[in-house]
């Protein structure tokens, strides 16, 4: 009888308590860590040049391949500082479970505090969006406030978007605090 089967099997049962360990561990469930994977992989794929979707949300402003690629590497950099983050706190946790060190647990709850606040942050300047209040319009992208003049929002940012500046049959921007139609920008 061949053993290799009953070798796999265990292995990929291996991988499921790994899984549901680091889950547990980092404070989310199996399913958000595999979605989280996948969104990993998917850029690193984009890179690649093998998947033919986009990486960020255009609201109709047309990009190139390049910017493409350029934002799912800033994409993929904003992850893999997540997922370091995220191995970092896993790996505390351990250490702060360990009956080995007991003096030093106590020191692990503000580093752990810390980097939750760090996985915050990383997450929050991740580009999710071309920014849709100054459409990348150089002369109203150096004053736009949502953006910061970067012409890119989050995903946090992408909720509080009106309408108005999504609709693709009327372009708008927002320029000296005004609501203008692109055409007369400038003028």
Known sequence: MDERPQEAVRAEEVREIAKRKLARDIGITVKELDRRALAMKRA????KGELGQEVIVTYGIIIGRNERLAIASVQHAIDEAWANIVRAKACLRTLQRSTILPAQKPTYEPI???LSIAQRLVNGVRPAALCPYCKRIAEVQMECVP?????YITRSAMVHVEDQFTDETKPVVRH???IVEIEKVGK
């Open 44 to 47: 690193k794929e984009e890179l």
């Open 112 to 114: 752990l505090e810390q």
């Open 147 to 151: 953006c910061l003049g970067t012409g």
């Open 176 to 178: 000296r605090g005004e």
